[in-house]
């Protein structure tokens, strides 16, 4: 019996210094393994600068919900001097540089954009750039990684006779600036964009 009970405890110890050893990975090998880069937040200067670019994104959308030319032309001009100011070198977490190149090209056709809108006279004309400058704010706001506040990206398919556009909003209540008064409510928020911590 005892020969019995002196077996089981040596197979025992054995079985376990066998997981021990082979099948058992090392914890500390583990813990040394590097972790996957993150990106980074971005810069305060960075983001402060970007604040400048929505706010006078948000002034072209609210202007043009008001249906009103004249401050849609001011506050596009606002913007393009926001995005030829973009702090782009104080995008962290760009090893390869390729998000900034990136980014100065989204900056470059906002800029285009925004000068384009101020240019035209008529409403509709604005409101169709505005198409394509909120194309080119939202694929900078993605390319960048904006940490700031919340952004909602919103959708009308009922703009440009049923073909559909979208646009950015601080809040995700429904004012269209493809219709204004018009159809001031029509639309719906497709997603929001926040790539903060929290």
Known sequence: ????????IILAVA???????????DDSVAQDKQKPLSIGENSGTFNESYDKLLTAYYGVKDALVASDTVKANKAAKELAIAADSLKLDEIKGDSTGV????????????????????GEKDIE???????????AVLNLTRTVQ???????????????????????????????????EKMLTCGSVQDSLYYGKN
């Open 146 to 180: 904006y940490s700031g506040q919340k952004i909602y990206y919103l959708f009308c398919p009922m703009a440009f006779d049923n073909k559909g556009a979208y646009w950015l909003s601080n809040v995700s209540e429904i004012k269209n600036p493809y219709f204004g």
């Open 125 to 135: 004309l604005k409101r169709k750039e505005f198409e394509m400058l909120s194309d």
């Open 15 to 25: 079985g376990f210094l066998a997981y021990k050893f082979f099948w058992k990975k």
């Open 1 to 8: 019996m005892k020969r019995v009970v002196l077996l089981v």
């Open 99 to 118: 998000i900034k190149e990136t980014a100065k090209n989204y900056s470059g056709t906002i800029t285009g954009s925004a000068l384009g809108l101020a």
